[in-house]
């Protein structure tokens, strides 16, 4: 079943078949990327702004990579130089870039629901790009597929997300597809850094490092986001958060057979995550993740210009 | 000059009777089954009779954002929900914590002649949280009770002394139950709900903390507290266990909190952003046992007027706060039909036991020499609540466009018609 909708939100909603659909079409992008010319027309005379209201790096080039190599004109906006400084309102600000014909906004937000906001008042598409602490769509197709190439499925397979799940929009998007996509979601953190009605989610809370690893086939580390803290501390030093919620190679072995280790990045090095696991290519797939979220952006960006047009 | 209710079921708290209402001047003067000449007859056949409702409760933001409502249109949106007396808190611009902006509130409804305005105010200085106010010059002004409403007193000390000084003038206390330390940038209640929206949640807790400690000092200085905007399941039981110590403590529960619960909020919706936040479906059960069990005195709306360019932004950014004023009586009504309440009981929520609670002694019962405010209630009458009808200036609440059920249809204040539906007169 294709992907029908003006907009790409979150995948709370999502059927597996749409999950799916997002894959495999990401396949043949992927493709083209590891081919000698680097492009195509699909977008060619689309014009898809980065509106990007929070910061950030590889989540913007990837997209604009993405973008340029489906042929559209590609803008980057970010609001440290924007009229958003000069008090104007986000829809405001929205429209005024619409009106310049704009077909594609990739939106990334430090509110929730913000895409959803902007999706309901907009006839351009938006791809949700990361809205406060509640979802980011495409970092978890990314995930998806990275996983899917390494253990060749996704059914069935049981898959640990370690650390700061409170303030995570990624473990968010991945949760709710993992459990559409029939996979065994467990969860680990500190309980300061895990919600209060975390039942919600229908995921198995662990106690320990060990219990979170142990059959796992799949180790999803999350970024402690020290600047999302308001001023609390969930944890009392960067020492005690890595001897009990860090992942070393030691720690890995209680895994199922040929594990893999997923960060969305950037990395704590030695806090979250050791060296020697980021290092290890038997089962660090970090840099794939990065390499595939070209491949979703394109086919996201791709799937929502074809059902403009259609 | 004699004005004659007839035909209609006239609601007391204490029970009900099909009879005529005659008013002279400002006040009834008669409850009787017979026919009486009279100068203006009213109709009420099929409709309830009520004792104007005492809106406890509201923001009408005059002084200082008269773009959201003003004193006149808060009057013309009160009578147009049956409301003929209202409370308006402190958190104007300026903070009405001195006599003068007391009187003036008054003068400008007195001017407009709707309601009577009974101003709150505020317990501390600016909102400062340090020095109480005149509280004795303010009572001589016109001021009914004491609130920094919006925001907590978070000093004990102040709070104890607002008790005890309130006390002495007869007066008493209002608290904004929240434990500020507990709730950092939270825009919802803290829940599933919360949880899957990814929005940052207030737990019920930093309402009850301070719920307990406000029902402490009252027990300490023997002050009268009077908890606003009840929201959770623990308030009450608190509130409970208080009362039966002997503590004088009264409590208000708002409309939307026994109507609605946090899933409304799924669709990140701004006009379902309040505080007290929507609470989880539990807690609206606790807010309708606490209606029926008679834990709860008071209906009070929280009418909190904001401008719709301030709630058309991104959830996080939307100032707290609902439109009640309006559609008080249907969210009322279908607690009745519902079996929740009596239609005696929802008097004595709405009307008698505010009166009860501010000594209006005149106010609160239809009855021979009581003053001639009353709401006629159409209980059955369907309509869409839209902005043709709503009287406020402002458009923030949800059931805006929606169908309704059960509206006023006349309010009388003082013996005078001054809402006849759809319009104020």
């Known amino acids: 079943m294709a992907y029908r909708h003006k907009d790409l939100l979150g995948l709370r909603e999502l059927s597996k078949e749409e999950i799916l659909f997002f894959l495999s079409s990401a396949q043949a992008f992927k493709d083209l990327n590891n081919s000698e010319v680097k492009k195509t027309r699909s977008l060619h005379g689309k014009t898809v702004i980065n509106a990007f209201f929070e910061n950030s790096t590889r989540?913007?080039?990837?997209?604009?990579?993405?973008?340029?190599?489906?042929?559209?004109?590609?803008?980057?906006?970010?609001?440290?130089?924007?009229?958003?400084q000069k008090g104007e309102t986000l829809l405001d600000t929205i429209h005024n870039m619409e009106a310049m014909k704009t077909d594609i906004f990739v939106l990334r937000h430090p509110n929730s629901g913000a895409a959803q906001f902007v999706a309901q008042h907009s006839d351009a598409c938006i791809?949700?790009?990361?809205?406060?602490?509640?979802?980011?769509?495409?970092?978890?197709?990314?995930?998806?597929?990275?996983?899917?190439?390494?253990?060749?499925?996704?059914?069935?397979?049981?898959?640990?997300?370690?650390?700061?799940?409170?303030?995570?929009?990624?473990?968010?998007?991945?949760?709710?597809?993992?459990?559409?996509?029939?996979?065994?979601?467990?969860?680990?953190?500190?309980?300061?850094?895990?919600?209060?009605?975390v039942d919600v989610f229908g995921c198995h809370v662990c106690k320990t490092m060990e219990e979170a690893i142990e059959g796992s086939d799949v180790i999803m580390m999350l970024r402690i986001q020290l600047e999302r803290q308001d001023g609390s501390t969930p944890f009392p030093s960067t020492r005690e958060y890595s001897k009990f919620f860090g992942l070393s190679s030691t720690r890995?072995?209680?895994?199922?057979?040929?594990?893999?280790?997923?960060?969305?990045?950037?990395?704590?090095?030695?806090?979250?995550?050791?060296?020697?696991?980021?290092?290890?290519?038997?089962?660090s797939v970090i840099l794939n993740q990065v390499e595939n979220g070209v491949a979703i952006r394109m086919a996201v960006l791709d799937i929502l210009n074809r059902n403009r047009n259609s | 000059m004699k004005t004659l209710i007839k035909n209609g079921t006239i609601i007391?708290?204490?029970?009900?009777?099909?009879?005529?209402?005659?008013?002279?001047?400002?006040?009834?003067?008669?409850?009787?089954?017979?026919?009486?000449?009279?100068?203006?007859?009213?109709?009420?056949?099929?409709?309830?009779?009520?004792?104007?409702?005492?809106?406890?409760?509201?923001?009408?933001?005059?002084?200082?954002?008269?773009?959201?409502?003003?004193?006149?249109?808060?009057?013309?949106?009160?009578?147009?929900?049956?409301?003929?007396?209202?409370?308006?808190?402190?958190?104007?611009?300026?903070?009405?914590?001195?006599?003068?902006?007391?009187?003036?509130?008054?003068?400008?409804?007195?001017e407009r002649g709707l309601i009577d305005l009974l101003p709150?105010?505020?317990?501390?200085?600016?909102?400062?949280?340090?020095?109480?106010?005149?509280?004795g010059d303010m009572i001589e002004a016109g001021a009914v009770a004491f609130s920094d409403d919006g925001l907590p007193v978070s000093s004990s000390t102040v709070m104890r002394a607002a008790l005890e000084y309130s006390r002495g003038f007869n007066s008493f206390v209002i608290s904004h139950s929240e434990d500020c330390s507990l709730c950092r940038h939270g825009v919802m209640n803290e829940g599933p709900t919360s949880t899957i929206l990814g929005l940052k949640g207030m737990p019920s807790e930093k309402e009850e903390i301070a719920v307990a400690r406000d029902m402490l000092l009252a027990k300490l200085t023997k002050g009268h507290i009077h908890i606003a905007h009840v929201?959770?399941?623990?308030?009450?039981?608190?509130?409970?266990?208080?009362?039966?110590?002997?503590?004088?403590?009264?409590?208000?529960?708002?409309?939307?909190?026994?109507?609605?619960?946090?899933?409304?909020?799924?669709?990140?919706?701004?006009?379902?952003?309040?505080?007290?936040?929507?609470?989880?479906?539990?807690?609206?059960?606790?807010?309708?046992?606490?209606?029926?069990?008679?834990?709860?005195?008071?209906?009070?709306?929280?009418?909190?007027?904001?401008?719709?360019?301030?709630?058309?932004?991104?959830?996080?950014?939307?100032?707290?706060?609902?439109?009640?004023?309006?559609?008080?009586?249907?969210?009322?009504?279908?607690?009745?039909?519902?079996?929740?309440i009596t239609l005696e009981r929802m008097v004595e929520l709405t009307s008698a036991n505010p009166a009860k609670i501010l000594h209006l002694d005149n106010k609160g019962k239809i009855a021979k020499g009581m003053l001639a405010d009353i709401a006629i209630i159409d209980p059955e009458m369907t309509y869409v609540y839209d902005e043709k009808l709503n009287k406020s200036k402002s458009k923030n609440s949800p059931l805006l466009n929606q169908t309704l059920t059960g509206a006023a249809v006349k309010t009388l204040k003082s013996g005078r018609v001054v809402f006849d539906f759809p319009n104020c007169l």
Not at chain 2, 47 to 56: E, K
Not at chain 2, 120 to 135: L, N, P, S, W
Not at chain 2, 302 to 314: G, L
């Open chain 2, 120 to 135: 709150i105010g505020a317990v501390t200085q600016g909102f400062k949280g340090d020095r109480i106010v005149e509280m």
């Open chain 2, 231 to 340: 929201s959770s399941a623990w308030s009450l039981k608190l509130i409970e266990l208080a009362r039966k110590e002997g503590v004088s403590i009264t409590c208000e529960v708002a409309p939307h909190h026994f109507s609605f619960s946090d899933e409304h909020l799924l669709t990140y919706d701004t006009y379902f952003k309040m505080s007290p936040p929507l609470r989880s479906k539990c807690d609206v059960e606790a807010m309708k046992e606490g209606l029926r069990s008679g834990l709860v005195d008071v209906i009070a709306t929280d009418h909190a007027p904001h401008h719709t360019d301030e709630k058309f932004v991104e959830f996080d950014k939307a100032p707290f706060g609902i439109l009640g004023l309006q559609t008080l009586v249907p969210l009322t009504l279908a607690l009745v039909k519902e079996g929740v």
């Open chain 1, 59 to 84: 989540t913007r080039v990837s997209f604009e990579t993405g973008a340029k190599r489906l042929g559209a004109d590609a803008i980057n906006f970010s609001a440290s130089q924007s009229s958003a």
């Open chain 1, 127 to 197: 791809v949700n790009a990361g809205d406060g602490l509640h979802e980011h769509p495409t970092q978890a197709l990314l995930d998806l597929m990275t996983i899917q190439e390494h253990k060749g499925r996704l059914e069935g397979l049981t898959v640990v997300i370690i650390g700061d799940i409170f303030h995570s929009r990624v473990a968010r998007s991945n949760i709710w597809a993992m459990k559409t996509l029939g996979m065994t979601v467990k969860l680990f953190g500190p309980p300061t850094m895990m919600p209060a009605h």
């Open chain 2, 12 to 110: 007391n708290a204490d029970g009900r009777i099909n009879a005529n209402v005659v008013i002279e001047g400002e006040t009834i003067v008669e409850i009787t089954t017979e026919e009486v000449q009279a100068d203006v007859v009213i109709d009420a056949t099929g409709m309830l009779v009520m004792p104007g409702l005492i809106d406890m409760h509201v923001h009408f933001r005059d002084p200082g954002q008269e773009y959201k409502d003003d004193v006149i249109s808060g009057s013309e949106t009160a009578v147009a929900g049956g409301v003929t007396t209202c409370l308006p808190m402190a958190n104007t611009t300026p903070i009405n914590d001195n006599a003068s902006i007391t009187r003036a509130m008054i003068a400008k409804a007195k």
């Open chain 1, 252 to 283: 890995i072995k209680l895994a199922n057979p040929n594990p893999i280790v997923l960060h969305p990045g950037p990395i704590n090095r030695g806090v979250e995550i050791n060296s020697d696991v980021v290092e290890n290519p038997e089962v």
